[in-house]
């Protein structure tokens, strides 16, 4: 083992900061309404920074380069649609929530139908979207882990990262603190832009190098593929790697897998590649209004002009962020070829990680330095997103799934053991699921969770908020079927992925091998499992309109004061109002 | 419940005052948002239909990837900073237009 003491001792610094700097927030704050409190009194740069931090995942950090790089241009997608989601959720949704004064998606499924049977419905998707969110979160620990310990098998990267998360969660650490979410936004932010910038000096700028790249017919590249200039050696590109005009072009080898799988010709695979085009967008767009955690911080601002404020800092600060994840794809692939022939952990994903390290035979130990950089960056997007995810999925667990169905008269000490217990329940399951899809890319499984969130709470929110009409039967048929179905999609897809695995995987799924002749036979409905989106949204407003006009009669009584506090401005005093009629009625 | 659900019935809590309110707030929403699909529905048909203009060179990158690698940030900033200025003056002159109602009826 070759372990560069650089890249350890960066990487170690920021774990330790960050367990650090969670105990003692969690100290300072103990209850659930302290944390919410605890953001009123930051400032609106704090507050845009920790959003930020807590927004920016693995699938930010690393595999937007990776995609970028084996996939080329339809993966730029990605990075736009996370940033820009975020736009579709200011515009429609979160104006309304944050004046309602729901903090989760389940508290506002319960109030705006009053109906806590909702409230439990509503909290199985958060786990559901969640294991889905924390599988490419593992496969993030354990290729950062197997790229700073040399022939460390990726599983135990996964259990070694899950169980400290996990211990840290359950011992009281890691609330979501503001001023940790916070300082991982700017980690991050320096780890993805200072090597880029020193890299872009070595190696010539963003456009060079994407010109290396030429479609046939095109005039000679600018650069050569080489690590040393002066010698000029190229690197070739292997047999795997996508060409030149494909990995370039639009509609090139991510949208196209499945035509080409079945044989269909470029002009067959056109209008399908279009197709997942925009399946995609609509699953990312509508995905990011319906992750569960992101919508919590809207409410730990002051009032609502300082909510939109945040907003704007918000949509400055990961906009600045996307634009970088790409280069390091392009550059990857002038400059580091060889990961092409990799898969799993030691596959396009571990880029942004390894690139770095090329400049080490100019520049000696700035090389190590820079890539220590990148993988304490990559430390602060797994274990920021990982922690928030555990801390949302074991709330819901054990304060709603235990504290209310199973034991409802449990007592407080009875629910901080359950709270510990669920913590380590639910950091088992995802350290095994993560052990298992090493072979899928990371930026894949993320898209996959927010198909899940756009075909379920998207539909939920926005429907509840813009239709008086709705009512609770109608939410929870659009939301199961359309949830549920998008999830099952996913799920036959990865199944089918990983049993084409060589390694451990593919004999482990081995069984669902069969499936990928049913997708060569059909491609278009390989497009359609694979980003479900298209039809899932759809197929959810669609139910959710038709079940809510047969059951008219069940629409809240008092629908109009709940769509008043949901669009009336907060100066008007509404909610407050709302508030002390609905403890009037109860008493 | 009590025992009327709808105890008031001053302008705030009026249908009509809801129906303008929602109206109003929807109107700004969905034209940020056409501006907003209109780049997302936009690029890719613009590749399916015009690739070689896409492909055009603009200092090494392609324009689609200029587009959609760079500019496509700028462009959602100032839809965002649009609709925050926007909503806000909505806002002020939604409480504006009650507060006068009020006095209005007041007197």
């Given at each position: 083992m070759?372990?560069?003491?650089w890249?350890?001792?960066?990487?170690?610094?920021?774990?330790?900061?960050?367990?650090?700097?969670?105990?003692?927030s969690?100290?300072?704050?103990?209850s659930?309404?302290?944390f919410?409190?605890?953001g009123?009194?930051?400032s609106?740069?704090?507050?845009?920074?920790?959003i930020?931090g807590e927004?920016?995942?693995a699938a930010?950090f690393?595999g937007?380069?990776?995609?970028?790089?084996?996939?080329?241009?339809?993966?730029?997608?990605?990075?736009?649609?996370?940033?820009?989601g975020?736009l579709?959720l200011?515009?429609?949704?979160?104006?309304?929530l944050r004046?309602?004064?729901?903090?989760?998606?389940p508290?506002?499924?319960?109030?705006r139908y009053?109906?806590?049977l909702?409230?439990?419905?509503a909290?199985?998707?958060?786990?559901?979207i969640?294991?889905?969110?924390?599988?490419?979160?593992?496969?993030g620990?354990?290729?950062?882990?197997?790229y700073?310990?040399?022939?460390?098998?990726y599983?135990?990267?996964v259990a070694v990262?899950?169980?400290?998360i996990?211990?840290n969660?359950?011992?009281?650490?890691m609330?979501?603190i503001?001023?940790?979410?916070?300082?991982?936004?700017?980690?991050k932010?320096?780890a993805i832009s200072v090597?880029?910038?020193?890299?872009l000096a070595?190696?010539?700028g963003?456009?060079?190098?994407?010109s290396?790249?030429?479609?046939?017919g095109e005039s000679a590249?600018a650069?050569v593929r080489?690590?040393?200039?002066?010698?000029?050696?190229?690197k070739?590109?292997?047999?795997k790697?996508p060409k030149?005009e494909?990995w370039?072009?639009p509609f090139?080898p991510l949208?196209?897998?499945?035509?080409?799988a079945s044989?269909?010709?470029p002009?067959e695979?056109r209008?399908?590649?279009?197709?997942?085009?925009f399946?995609?967008?609509?699953a990312?767009?509508?995905?990011?209004?319906?992750?569960?955690?992101?919508?919590v911080?809207?409410?730990?601002?002051?009032?609502?002009?300082?909510?939109?404020?945040?907003t704007?800092?918000?949509m400055?600060?990961?906009?600045v962020?996307?634009?970088?994840?790409?280069?390091?794809?392009?550059?990857?692939?002038?400059?580091?070829?060889e990961?092409y022939a990799g898969?799993?952990?030691?596959?396009?994903d571990?880029?942004?990680?390894e690139?770095?390290?090329l400049i080490?035979e100019?520049?000696?130990?700035?090389?190590?330095?820079?890539?220590?950089?990148?993988?304490?960056?990559a430390?602060a997007?797994?274990?920021?997103?990982?922690?928030?995810?555990?801390?949302?999925m074991?709330?819901?667990?054990?304060?709603?799934?235990?504290?209310?169905?199973?034991?409802?008269g449990a007592s407080p000490?009875d629910?901080m053991?359950m709270?510990?217990?669920?913590?380590?329940?639910?950091?088992?399951?995802?350290?095994?699921?993560?052990?298992?899809?090493?072979?899928?890319?990371?930026?894949f499984?993320?898209?996959q969770?927010?198909a899940?969130?756009?075909?379920?709470?998207?539909?939920?929110?926005?429907?509840s908020v813009?239709?008086?009409?709705?009512?609770?039967?109608?939410?929870v048929a659009g939301?199961?079927?359309g949830?549920?179905?998008?999830?099952?999609a996913?799920?036959?897809?990865?199944m089918?992925t990983?049993?084409?695995?060589?390694g451990?995987?593919?004999?482990l799924?081995s069984?669902?091998?069969?499936?990928n002749?049913?997708w060569?036979?059909?491609?278009?409905?390989r497009?359609?499992?694979?980003?479900p989106?298209i039809?899932?949204?759809?197929?959810?407003?669609g139910?959710m309109?038709?079940?809510s006009?047969?059951?008219?009669a069940k629409?809240?009584?008092?629908?109009?004061m709940k769509?008043?506090?949901?669009?009336?401005?907060e100066?008007?005093?509404?909610?407050?109002?709302?508030?002390?009629?609905?403890q009037g009625?109860?008493? | 419940m009590?025992?009327d659900?709808?105890?008031?019935?001053?302008?705030i809590?009026?249908?009509?005052?809801l129906?303008s309110?929602?109206?109003?707030?929807?109107?700004l929403?969905?034209?940020?948002?056409?501006?907003?699909?209109?780049?997302?529905?936009?690029l890719?048909?613009l590749?399916?239909f015009?690739?070689?203009?896409?492909?055009?060179r603009?200092?090494?990158?392609t324009?689609?990837?200029?587009l959609?690698g760079?500019?496509?940030?700028?462009?959602?900033?100032?839809?965002?900073?649009?609709?925050?200025?926007k909503?806000i003056?909505?806002?002020t002159?939604e409480v504006r237009e009650?507060?006068e109602?009020?006095r209005g009826?007041?007197?």
């Open positions: 070759n372990v560069d003491p890249i350890l001792t960066l990487s170690a610094i920021t774990v330790v900061v960050t367990i650090w700097m969670g105990f003692r969690a100290k300072s704050s103990k659930a309404a302290d919410f409190v605890a009123r009194s930051v609106v740069g704090w507050n845009a920074s920790a930020s927004y920016l995942s930010s690393m937007i380069a990776g995609m970028v790089m084996s996939s080329g241009y339809d993966a730029l997608w990605y990075p736009v649609c996370y940033a820009c975020y579709f200011l515009l429609f949704i979160a104006g309304p004046r309602f004064g729901a903090y989760t998606i508290d506002f499924a319960e109030g009053d109906s806590p909702f409230r439990k419905i909290v199985c998707f958060v786990l559901f969640g294991f889905f969110y924390t599988m490419p979160q593992m496969k620990a354990g290729t950062t882990l197997a700073i310990f040399p022939g460390l098998p599983w135990v990267g990262v899950g169980v400290v996990t211990l969660v359950a011992l009281g650490g609330k979501g503001t001023l940790v979410q916070a300082v991982q936004y700017w980690i932010m320096f090597p880029i910038f020193v890299l070595v190696y010539g963003y456009g060079k190098n994407l290396v790249n030429q479609a046939p590249p650069i080489t690590v040393d200039g002066d010698h000029a050696v190229p070739p590109l292997p047999e790697a030149d494909a370039l072009s090139g949208t196209t897998k499945a035509a080409k044989g269909l010709s002009e695979a209008p399908l590649s279009l197709l997942y085009t399946s995609l967008v609509a990312l767009v509508c995905g990011t209004a319906g992750l569960p955690h992101i919508l911080r809207f409410y730990t601002n002051p009032d609502g002009v300082a909510a939109k404020r945040t704007m800092w918000v400055i600060l990961i906009g962020f996307y634009v970088f994840p790409p280069v390091f794809g392009v550059l990857g692939r002038n400059f580091l070829p990961l898969t799993g952990s030691k596959g396009t571990k880029v942004v990680l690139l770095p390290v080490r100019k520049y000696g130990i700035l090389g190590s330095i820079l890539s220590g950089i990148t993988c304490a960056g430390f997007a797994f274990m920021s997103t990982f922690s928030g995810l555990l801390v949302s074991t709330g819901a667990l054990a304060h709603d799934v235990y504290g209310r169905m199973i034991r409802p000490q629910r053991r709270f510990k217990w669920c913590a380590v329940l639910v950091g088992g399951v995802s350290v095994l699921l993560g052990s298992l899809v090493e072979p899928l890319e990371i930026n499984m993320v898209g969770a927010f899940i969130a756009a075909a379920s709470y998207f539909p939920l929110l926005f429907m813009w239709w008086r009409g709705m009512t609770m039967p109608g939410a939301m199961l079927t949830g549920l179905s998008a999830l099952a996913a799920t036959v897809v990865n089918s990983l049993a084409l695995d060589k451990p995987m593919g004999k799924f069984g669902f091998a069969g499936i002749d049913f060569i036979a059909h491609p278009l409905l497009i359609l499992s694979e980003q989106a039809w899932a949204v759809p197929l959810s407003i139910l309109v038709i079940v006009k047969a059951t008219r629409v809240p009584a008092d629908a109009r769509m008043l506090v949901l669009h009336a401005p100066a008007l005093g509404l909610k407050q109002e709302y508030i002390e009629e609905h009625a109860a008493h | 009590p025992d659900p709808n105890p008031h019935d001053d302008f809590h009026s249908d009509e005052f129906h309110l929602m109206k109003r707030q929807l109107r929403s969905i034209a940020c948002a056409v501006a907003f699909l209109l780049l997302l529905l936009g890719p048909l590749n399916y015009q690739p070689e203009l896409m492909a055009t603009v200092g090494g990158f324009l689609s990837w200029l959609l760079v500019l496509v940030f700028p462009y959602v900033w100032v839809i965002a900073g649009t609709f925050i200025r909503s003056a909505l806002e002159s009650v507060r109602t009020q009826s007041a007197r």
